[in-house]
């Protein structure tokens, strides 16, 4: 969902107003989000069901674990993987007893949430953001935070590699571009972004070029109105066949961890030198707890309401049109192997002059099944992952304001809905064509499917990582003396944890952040032991204080 970042800083221009004059939109971003529900949008990506989808659901719960994560994406699995494939270089220092129990709840189905409901994009903001990150932090840590976004192509490929899972995750790099509607907006992009290269270390230059040629944007297949490009890093997912993938496997070779699923976390307390966690199948007891549940964080986290803002977004499968079809011809040159993020823009009509219109449309497309073969079963037609949809003629602001502090996935906004079904023709123009089988009466229509998805916005645009103060919690933290004769010494002193809040940007984020939070849970020195200790640090923007709590506010965007 690249772009959001910059949407979403245009769009809060005028949040402090609109919430000083609305009441609803100010109960809502500080009211709880409550706990997911069953009655969701079913995504595309979901179909057909993982084997784990229900894990659990029906198994009697443990009354004990050293570690309970709350929430089964992309979060919770890499906290998940991390803990339990950890082993430190000391032998004298491995984990002392029996087999670390990590136990892993969700309240609905297996990777139901944001990371099941995505756009299937790997693709770091690097150049429209590093000089209001340089600004907020220096370049040293601005430099930081894009090498860390960066770091999550090559991590969350190879950890797909590594599991056997390339082909059913589809995990793949592609060509992205940022491609742009109005020339103003196209040479303020290029300015920006060969200021960044002049400024940014050799790493962080790699994978950028400025496309103006029409001839190559022709060759795109992009529409006439499109006035130019900029080919950035990227890489495409399937996210829930990763996520539910590495989860079955963890579940296989681990049995000291266990995933429950329609198992919601509905209240946690201290009691008697541990945490109980309340689910409505019955408590476990445990000397930590992680919460991974993102826009879902402030239900059992109060002193997060308002600095992680459930926000709700759109998504839709789509079927290309005869001229993208992948074929022996032109299209199969590029089918599954591009990203777009598209920019729009309007004309002041009375001055002439460019407005920014919000523009966060941003598509993938999934790999054929010919260029695919899956043994997950997986037959795909190289349809299109379509989502964004605040680009509605003037309405965008309200679009998406309206859809601040809403935590419901169930339906979504008929006028963005409607947008998104119409939208790729403006994109490809002539290339799009009609839908290639003109199905009879019955037959699947071209819109295979449209869900919406939580994201979680950050109040200062940084993820939450790491410790959650007392303050935060509202919970006391078990004394470490105190934390049950079951639990391993060699871990950190008990607590609360967590590792939520992207805005937006979880696949460039969640992966490495949650390893960080499984190092600290461990009590590993940066650097020590073998992966994630590899892994680059996490940047201190990110890390949960007391203080930054306090600081941010999400007016402070403008």
């Known amino acids: 969902m690249g772009g959001l970042f910059s949407t979403l800083r245009s769009a809060?221009?005028?949040?402090?107003?609109?919430?000083?004059?609305?009441?609803?939109?100010?109960?809502?971003?500080?009211?709880?989000?409550?706990?997911?529900?069953?009655?969701?949008?079913?995504?595309?990506?979901?179909?057909?069901?993982?084997?784990?989808?229900?894990?659990?659901?029906?198994?009697?719960?443990?009354?004990?674990?050293?570690?309970?994560?709350?929430?089964?994406?992309?979060?919770?699995?890499?906290?998940?993987?991390?803990?339990?494939?950890?082993?430190?270089?000391?032998?004298?220092?491995?984990?002392?007893?029996?087999?670390?129990?990590?136990?892993?709840?969700?309240?609905?189905?297996?990777?139901?949430?944001?990371?099941?409901?995505?756009?299937?994009?790997?693709?770091?903001?690097?150049?429209?953001?590093?000089?209001?990150?340089?600004?907020?932090?220096?370049?040293?840590?601005?430099?930081?935070?894009?090498?860390?976004?960066?770091?999550h192509i090559p991590t969350i490929i190879g950890v797909a590699k590594d599991e056997n899972l390339l082909q059913d995750a589809q995990a793949r790099l592609v060509d992205d571009y940022d491609a742009f509607l109005h020339p103003d907006m196209f040479e303020k992009a290029m300015a920006e972004l060969e200021s960044y290269l002049a400024e940014v270390p050799k790493d962080l230059a790699e994978g950028f070029d400025i496309i103006h040629e029409r001839e190559t944007i022709d060759h795109l297949q992009l529409a006439k109105?499109?006035?130019?490009?900029?080919?950035?890093?990227?890489?495409?997912?399937?996210?829930?066949?990763?996520?539910?993938?590495?989860?079955?496997?963890?579940?296989?070779?681990?049995?000291?961890?266990?995933?429950?699923?329609?198992?919601?976390?509905?209240?946690?307390?201290?009691?008697?030198?541990?945490?109980?966690?309340?689910?409505p199948r019955g408590d476990i007891r445990t000397a930590h707890v992680i919460h991974a549940t993102n826009a879902w964080s402030s239900h059992l986290l109060p002193g997060l309401r308002k600095k992680i803002v459930p926000t709700r977004l759109h998504m839709s499968t789509q079927r290309p049109g005869r001229g993208l079809m992948p074929t022996k011809t032109h299209a199969a040159s590029w089918a599954g192997t591009r990203g777009f993020l598209f920019f729009s823009g309007k004309q002041d009509i009375a001055s002439g002059k460019l407005q920014q219109e919000f523009a966060f449309d941003y598509l993938t497309q999934l790999l054929p099944s010919g260029r695919n073969p899956s043994p997950g079963g997986l037959p795909t037609a190289g349809e299109f992952m379509f989502g964004g949809g605040a680009m509605l003629r003037g309405n965008a602001e309200d679009m998406l304001l309206a859809n601040i502090g809403v935590a419901d996935d169930s339906g979504?906004?008929?006028?963005?809905?409607?947008?998104?079904?119409?939208?790729?023709?403006?994109?490809?123009?002539?290339?799009?064509?009609?839908?290639?089988?003109a199905p009879p009466p019955g037959a699947e229509p071209r819109v295979k499917a449209e869900w919406t998805g939580i994201i979680a916005i950050s109040a200062d645009m940084q993820p939450w990582v790491g410790r959650v103060p007392a303050s935060v919690s509202g919970r006391a933290e078990p004394r470490g003396d105190a934390a049950g004769a079951e639990a391993h010494m060699l871990l950190a002193r008990p607590g609360e944890w967590i590792c939520a809040g992207y805005t937006g940007e979880g696949m460039v984020h969640a992966w490495l952040s949650g390893r960080a939070v499984a190092r600290m849970v461990l009590g590993v020195v940066e650097g020590e032991g073998e992966k994630p200790g590899d892994d680059p640090a996490l940047p201190a923007p990110f890390l949960i204080t007391e203080k930054r709590v306090r600081a941010a506010k999400l007016e402070h965007i403008m």
């Open 412 to 437: 979504s906004d008929p006028a963005i809905a409607a947008y998104l079904r119409d939208a790729l023709p403006k994109y490809f123009a002539g290339h799009w064509g009609e839908d290639p089988d």
């Open 12 to 151: 809060l221009q005028t949040f402090k107003t609109l919430v000083d004059d609305s009441e609803p939109l100010a109960k809502r971003i500080a009211r709880s989000p409550g706990i997911p529900q069953l009655n969701a949008s079913v995504p595309y990506w979901t179909i057909p069901l993982s084997p784990i989808a229900q894990h659990g659901k029906d198994a009697v719960l443990p009354l004990y674990a050293d570690v309970v994560i709350v929430g089964s994406g992309i979060s919770g699995t890499a906290i998940a993987k991390a803990l339990l494939d950890y082993v430190r270089d000391d032998p004298d220092s491995k984990l002392c007893g029996a087999p670390l129990k990590v136990v892993m709840l969700e309240a609905r189905d297996a990777c139901s949430g944001a990371t099941g409901r995505n756009g299937g994009h790997i693709v770091p903001n690097v150049y429209t953001e590093y000089f209001e990150l340089k600004k907020k932090y220096g370049a040293a840590t601005a430099q930081e935070i894009l090498r860390f976004r960066l770091e």
């Open 225 to 279: 109105s499109i006035y130019g490009c900029i080919l950035k890093p990227g890489a495409s997912i399937h996210p829930y066949r990763l996520v539910t993938g590495l989860l079955q496997r963890l579940l296989i070779r681990y049995p000291n961890f266990q995933l429950y699923t329609r198992t919601p976390c509905i209240n946690i307390a201290s009691n008697n030198g541990t945490y109980l966690v309340h689910t």
